[in-house]
């Protein structure tokens, strides 16, 4: 069975920092391109952060670079998101999520198969 599990969000106040991770189970992270999206009250999805399988490039939304990391474990089947100076804007529900190797990140096409359950990140003073 595959699983997605997500940790890391909380309450943090602006210009500070948080580590997001997603733990996955039953699934070869290796294999696809994994990327971090997030959903504001009252707003849509958005993609925020992408790896692809293949070179390993990464790829993020013109809001968070600079600030934000991604990256993957394979020998761990994780996947993180190192978010710097966050920002009142990035209060979120953030979610990992993984598409097939022959995806791209360019626009976060997608299809995204998988997905974790969700982490709530609130960055309030």
């Known amino acids: 069975q595959v699983q997605f599990v997500e940790s890391g969000g909380g309450l943090v106040q602006p210009g500070g920092s948080l580590r997001l991770s997603c733990a996955t189970s039953g699934f070869t992270l290796d294999y696809y391109v994994i990327g971090w999206f997030r959903q504001a009250p009252g707003k849509e999805r958005e993609g925020v952060s992408c790896i692809d399988s293949r070179r390993h490039s990464t790829y993020y939304t013109e809001s968070v670079k600079g600030r934000f990391t991604i990256s993957r474990d394979n020998t761990k089947n994780t996947m993180y998101l190192q978010m710097n100076s966050l920002k009142h804007e990035d209060t979120a529900v953030y979610y990992c999520?993984?598409?097939?190797?022959?995806?791209?990140?360019?626009?976060?096409?997608?299809?995204?198969?998988?997905w974790g359950q969700g982490t709530q990140v609130t960055v309030s003073s």
């Open positions: 999520a993984a598409a097939p190797a022959y995806s791209h990140c360019a626009g976060y096409p997608g299809p995204w198969n998988y």
